[in-house]
């Protein structure tokens, strides 16, 4: 390991051998917008597509940072390397960040096999850090056979990691309130498989059989043509349903061989280049200082935001043609 | 009331008088995204800017619902109108909406002077749904004193609210659990005024206590220069801490006259004219098709998304010019 700066370019070397260095410098450029890592991203993005990802989400509560630590302990014990992107609501404006990820992992933390990256959102275009994607391929490069993509909050995060993953799993558990329910109620069909966690707890038969309910009433994955998502209780303090969940995401990896499997990969690539559009387009816009001109106007609402925008918008297309 | 169409520009004369059925159906074409509708909300953005304009968030189980319906009967008791705009994290796939808003608030069901909308955001740009900001000027046209914006996510969609209201209201609740109170810490700088909410039980008081001893740390608000955001704890059971929460609205309220306001709505504009510069752009991109062509390539990895989505920048930049 050296210090010395190192171009973003040469370390792809290093990060497809799996040098944890060369891929933590990765990710924090990666992580931090820079545009010297962008052509390096570019050329990892064209090696990757090998692991396999996994979106978990869950509302607050439902236990699922625990599980994700359970799961990675059973799917160490098969063998494969496991990395971690939690995405986390942590502040946007003094950036800092708020989970103990570090702390609850910890029985992870020499294990040379597992990678565990806390990203925060800090009101990045489209919720879930733009940077997460980017961090997808690098580890993916690195290596890794599952990456897990965890998201904390609720509402945005939990469509664009279902959008990003080849398979979601959404966590649910016993004895939530009224309010969080609801919330539940709205992520259901992003699932690829559902999991109730908690089911050492006696309410957890109930919580179980209510999910099951719904979904014979025909919720079926939205993402992914013919699957049918099946239910699994788990149990962090007893270990139970763990094997039957490592099942569940083997099934689901099967079931994404031949055309399902490249629907989902053609909508994750349509996800990620309208991303990246979105990305350069208002790069180039706050480069050019075009929104500067006609804040004010809009502020003082002598003109319309419409209007503005789309003399924004007619202004960019001139000078980019000029460039 | 009439059910023959009537063009969105001439909804607003009548909208502006207050009645509710132009409004009404303003908002559901604004909500639609109709392109009709955009030249009319321009045209209110310019008329509309009266309205005070107050979100309201909190973690799940914080009772932020009930006190949101408690605010609002202690504002009418003052002769001040209320407009809320509840933002939903609904299925962004069936766009079913989950909130039991219309029941909760049902005991201002028959007041004219209290008007009530949910809202999905269904996979928005940016979190928030983007016609939240053109219903809110639709509300504050049709004369409504306060507009309440409520988000029941936990995450980018608070940062949203907070870019688009005059005053932030944060709900905390004792006894959460440790989950939830770590996205609590995600969001607590954005707010103006700290809300406690069930404080008739007995664990209350070391909640509001913790909450003020982080904020003499030195959190003051990031978006209101000089204030220092208020503690208050109310109790939908006893009623007590309304009246000291809408004398900290009224406070606040008063510290954005002059510069601070100045600012503030600067940021809130600013904050406008960016998410419409994205709405069109984006549409332009896909009424094109420009991602058509290269999401085949992206998906097979044979192009990198950054290459891909620079190449759609400058073609979208060459095709607008010859428009």
Chains 1, 2 share one sequence.
């Not at 040469?10 to 410098?25: F, K, M, N, Q, Y």
């Not at 509402?155 to 919330?183: C, F, M, N, R």
């Not at 259901?188 to 089911?199: G, P, Q, R």
């Not at 139970?240 to 689901?252: I, N, R, T, V």
Request: proline share 4%; charged share 25%; glycine share 10%.
């Amino acid at each position: 390991m050296t210090s010395k700066y190192i171009p973003s370019l040469e370390l792809i070397e290093p990060a497809a051998d799996g040098e944890t260095w060369a891929v933590a410098r990765l990710i924090s450029r990666a992580e931090a917008g820079a545009a010297e890592v962008r052509e390096a991203v570019g050329r990892i993005y064209k090696m990757a597509g090998r692991a396999h990802v996994i979106g978990i989400t869950g509302v607050p509560g439902s236990g699922k940072s625990t599980l994700v630590g359970k799961l990675v302990t059973h799917l160490r014990r098969t063998g494969q390397s496991v990395a971690i992107v939690a995405i986390d609501p942590s502040s946007p404006y003094s950036g800092g960040s708020i989970l103990g990820d570090r702390i609850r992992m910890s029985e992870h933390a020499l294990d040379p096999g597992v990678y565990i990256r806390s990203m925060a959102t800090r009101g990045a275009v489209g919720g879930m850090a733009h940077a997460a994607l980017d961090v997808v391929d690098i580890l993916d490069l690195a290596g890794f056979d599952k990456i897990i993509i965890e998201t904390v909050g609720v509402g945005q995060d939990e469509v664009e990691i279902a959008k990003a993953s080849h398979t979601t799993v959404v966590v649910s558990a016993p004895g939530l309130g009224d309010d969080i329910q609801a919330i539940k109620a709205g992520i259901l069909e992003i699932a690829d498989i559902h999991v109730v966690s908690k089911c050492d707890r006696s309410d957890a038969n109930r919580t179980m059989t209510d999910l099951k309910t719904m979904l014979k009433d025909g919720i079926a994955s939205v993402l992914t043509r013919d699957w049918r998502p099946p239910v699994v209780g788990t149990s962090s303090l007893t270990d139970e349903g763990f094997a039957e969940l490592l099942a569940a995401l083997d099934a689901h990896l099967q079931a994404l061989d031949g055309e399902p499997g490249r629907l989902r990969r053609a909508d994750i690539a349509a996800f990620r280049l309208r991303k990246a559009a979105e990305t350069l387009m208002l790069e180039r816009l706050r480069a050019e200082g075009a929104f500067g001109a006609e804040g004010p106007r809009v502020a003082e609402r002598r003109a319309d935001p419409y209007a503005a925008a789309s003399a924004i918008v007619q202004q960019f297309s001139r000078e980019t043609t000029h460039v």
